[in-house]
């Protein structure tokens, strides 16, 4: 080659800004540029001659690798000529890259070019994160409305349920006495179509029990009101952590029937109240609480849930502990990522935990995880009294 013209294409090959490898018989390096030097970690003199392209490579990249390269080869216009690869330099850290690969006609070398868009990968993960953020945050707050909705209806014939199931308890209790010296002179006689001896325990049963069964629904509604109620996102409310596990429960309370016949909960005594956002703790607890019976395998398996108080530490505590599947090791460090699901078929999104750990770094805590598989996970939030505030959380 004419030197001129060899030094120019030696200039092009330098400065073309992407990780740049010549290719001698499909594998060994014959040369390499600056770029290439910094994404391997290794020097020229280290890859020229010495090192082949597929040792940047593993598993599935790696066997892409090969068929797309011979495929370049047999097939130029046939086959792909860019594809995204996993690139392991020299500390076995991965960097995602664009590859492309050309062959030069005529001669058994190829050129391949890699771009690093590790960068790019991670900025349109987070825009995703955020958007999906966005469309949750739309789909609870369109939840939210109609779950007010509801409850507000309902409050209409529960408020009518509570009034007439304490008149007729009244009435019941003032009437007693009149049927009870009616059968004492008279002897037994039918009422609601049965003895008298045996109805009149029942039916003081079955009053008390449309009672009860109002009051628990009232306490759902409540709940699911304060629940769908707009959060305006300050820590800055006296909370009263005990109260966030209790109505927590109520709202997932149809789930934990139907995941476990062994549920308990253990309220801490004399706890102090935290400053925080109710909502967002309950949110919390209610995500923990529902990731737990969705690891159950069977009604047998237990959950528990506490709240205690680490006076030495001046922290809160709130311990949910499950028998479920537990988690994999390999898995355990992804928990906390967003989008990282294993419920992905199922429609889970990959946001629970994530959000949830959000919340909990806001307030200052955190949020913990232990699990063994085939045994059971245990989840640990620890909380200050005081979380520091916004500006230096921030910071």
Same mark, same amino acid.
């Given at each position: 080659m004419v030197p001129a013209l060899e030094e120019r294409y030696r200039t092009i090959f330098e400065t073309t800004g992407c990780a740049t490898i010549i290719i001698e018989d499909d594998t060994v390096i014959s040369l390499a540029n600056a770029e290439f030097e910094r994404l391997s970690g290794y020097s020229k003199q280290e890859l020229e001659g010495r090192k082949r392209f597929t040792e940047f490579f593993a598993g599935k990249d790696l066997e892409r690798m090969k068929t797309y390269h011979h495929q370049r080869r047999m097939d130029p216009r046939g086959a792909p000529?860019? *594809?995204?690869?996993?690139? $392991?330099?020299?500390?076995?850290?991965?960097?995602? /890259?664009?590859?492309?690969?050309?062959?030069?006609?005529?001669?058994? +070398?190829? =050129?391949?070019?890699?771009?690093?868009?590790?960068?790019?990968?991670?900025?349109?993960?987070? =825009?995703?994160?955020?958007?999906?953020?966005?469309?949750?945050?739309?789909?609870?707050? /369109?939840?939210?409305?109609? !779950?007010?909705? =509801?409850?507000?209806?309902?409050?209409?014939?529960?408020?009518?349920?509570?009034?007439?199931?304490?008149?007729?308890?009244?009435?019941?209790?003032? $009437?007693?006495?009149?049927?009870?010296?009616? *059968?004492?002179?008279?002897?037994?006689?039918a009422l609601a179509g049965m003895p008298y001896t045996k109805s009149s325990e029942k039916i003081g049963r079955l009053i008390s029990a449309i009672s009860e069964g109002a009051a628990r629904i009232e306490k759902i509604v409540t709940g699911l009101r304060n629940f769908a109620r707009k959060d305006e996102g300050e820590l800055d409310q006296a909370v009263n952590l005990n109260s966030v596990m209790e109505s927590a429960i109520v709202i997932v309370g149809d789930l934990i029937k139907k995941s476990t016949d062994h549920f308990s909960v253990e309220y801490g005594e004399h706890l102090p109240p935290l400053?925080?956002?109710? +909502?967002?703790?309950? +949110?919390?607890?209610?995500?923990?609480?529902?990731?737990?019976? +969705?690891?159950?395998?069977?009604?047998?398996?237990?959950?528990?849930?506490?709240?205690?108080?680490?006076?030495?530490? @001046?922290?809160?505590? !709130? !311990?949910?502990?499950?028998?479920?599947?537990? $988690?994999?090791?390999?898995?355990?460090?992804?928990?906390?990522?967003?989008?990282?699901?294993?419920?992905?078929?199922?429609?889970? /999104? @990959?946001?629970?935990?994530?959000?949830?750990?959000? $919340?909990?770094?806001?307030?200052?805590?955190?949020?913990?995880?232990?699990?063994? !598989?085939?045994?059971?996970? =245990?989840?640990?939030?620890?909380?200050?009294?005081?979380?520091p505030a916004q500006k230096e959380r921030e910071d």
């Open positions: 000529r860019n *594809y995204d690869a996993r690139f $392991i330099d020299r500390h076995g850290n991965a960097r995602d /890259t664009l590859a492309t690969v050309a062959v030069i006609p005529g001669t058994q +070398q190829s =050129v391949a070019s890699f771009m690093d868009i590790t960068d790019r990968k991670r900025a349109e993960e987070q =825009v995703k994160y955020q958007q999906q953020q966005l469309i949750q945050a739309d789909k609870m707050a /369109t939840l939210g409305i109609l !779950v007010s909705g =509801v409850a507000h209806e309902i409050n209409n014939p529960l408020n009518f349920i509570l009034l007439n199931a304490k008149i007729a308890s009244r009435v019941w209790s003032e $009437i007693t006495p009149i049927l009870q010296q009616y *059968y004492e002179e008279k002897g037994d006689f400053r925080g956002n109710y +909502q967002q703790l309950e +949110q919390v607890i209610i995500n923990l609480i529902t990731n737990s019976c +969705q690891a159950l395998g069977s009604k047998e398996k237990s959950i528990t849930a506490s709240t205690a108080l680490d006076k030495p530490a @001046g922290r809160l505590r !709130v !311990v949910i502990a499950d028998e479920g599947e537990g $988690i994999p090791p390999e898995n355990m460090k992804h928990i906390m990522d967003p989008f990282f699901t294993t419920k992905r078929d199922s429609g889970g /999104t @990959g946001l629970g935990l994530a959000i949830s750990y959000n $919340i909990i770094r806001n307030h200052g805590g955190d949020l913990h995880f232990i699990s063994e !598989v085939g045994k059971g996970t =245990v989840m640990t939030i620890t909380l200050p009294l005081n979380p």
